[in-house]
């Protein structure tokens, strides 16, 4: 009679070959990216090895997971996490928030906010303003989710000219962070969003990237594009999940009707 040796499953090793797929690398590929051999990852996936704290800190940076992910590969291991989460009250982020206000401030006239994950809103400074007018009340209720509030048909998007094309930009992109760290929560955000856009018809002269926000002003058409500004070597969960979004004129109109309304303020 043949006894077969039967690895038994662990949730560390359902976590490690999961991130090992969504992320297309092979076990060679992985195994060289963390220095260490292919036959010991094999055994970390089968569950017959188990992996010291380093080693699982070493994957999932290799890996690219975000801290929150990162601390829940350590629990699957059995491992305590490392990487606090701390309020943005805390005296500790009392440098960041200040930093934060700074240059929030300083992006005026144009607008700028900071957000947590899902669009949740933060802080953001007194041009902001700009994208709240003629919004349903409700949709400016605490916690604002600036996402649904720039989609909904009740919101920012009543003034957006091109909609269609701007908010597949925000729900693609959207998409693509799904892709990489899946969220039910952000599938459903993603499906209420695209719930509110209409179809869209790109031509032949469509760009696939870089779509300017094409927003209807009192004084004239305002042309605005967005840079997305992160904190890449935080050690606190609540810093590296924040970013910072700025709007910029895309030509030199938009940018003159800011001023102007800044100035008249």
């Known amino acids: 009679m043949t006894t077969m040796a039967v690895a038994t499953t662990t949730p560390f090793a359902q976590e490690l070959r999961g991130w090992r797929t969504r992320r297309r690398l092979s ?4 195994a060289i990216a963390a220095e260490t051999s292919q036959r010991y990852l094999s055994f970390l996936e089968q569950g017959r090895s188990h992996p ?4 699982v800190v070493r994957l999932a940076e290799v890996l690219g997971l975000s801290l929150r992910e990162r601390n829940a590969m350590l629990l699957a291991a ?13 005296p500790e982020l009392g440098a960041v928030r200040h930093a934060l206000d700074t240059i929030l401030q300083g992006h005026l006239p144009y ?15 007194p041009a ?19 996402l649904r509030l720039a989609l909904h048909p009740d919101g920012l998007a009543r003034r957006v000219v091109n909609l269609p094309e701007w908010g597949r930009h925000i729900t693609d992109s959207l998409r693509n962070r799904a892709g990489r760290s899946p969220d039910p929560a952000l599938d459903a955000l993603i499906a209420e969003l695209e719930g509110y856009l209409p ?23 305002l042309r605005l594009i967005t840079t997305l500004t992160s904190f890449a070597t935080a050690t606190d969960i609540t810093l590296s999940e924040l970013h910072l979004e700025a709007f910029l004129p895309a030509d030199q109109a938009t940018s003159d009707l800011l001023r102007a309304r800044f100035a008249g303020e």
């Open 128 to 146: 902001f303003e700009l994208l709240t007018e003629g919004c349903a009340p409700e949709l400016l209720d605490s916690p604002v989710n600036v």
């Open 111 to 125: 607008p700028a906010v900071v957000t947590r994950p899902f669009g949740v809103l933060v802080a953001a400074n």
């Open 27 to 30: 076990q060679l590929d992985l």
């Open 78 to 90: 059995g491992y305590a996490p490392v990487f606090p989460e701390s309020s943005l009250d805390a």
């Open 52 to 55: 010291g704290r380093t080693m």
């Open 199 to 221: 179809p869209v018809d790109p031509g032949p002269g469509h760009l696939g990237f870089a779509v300017p926000l094409r927003l209807r002003f009192e004084a004239g058409e």
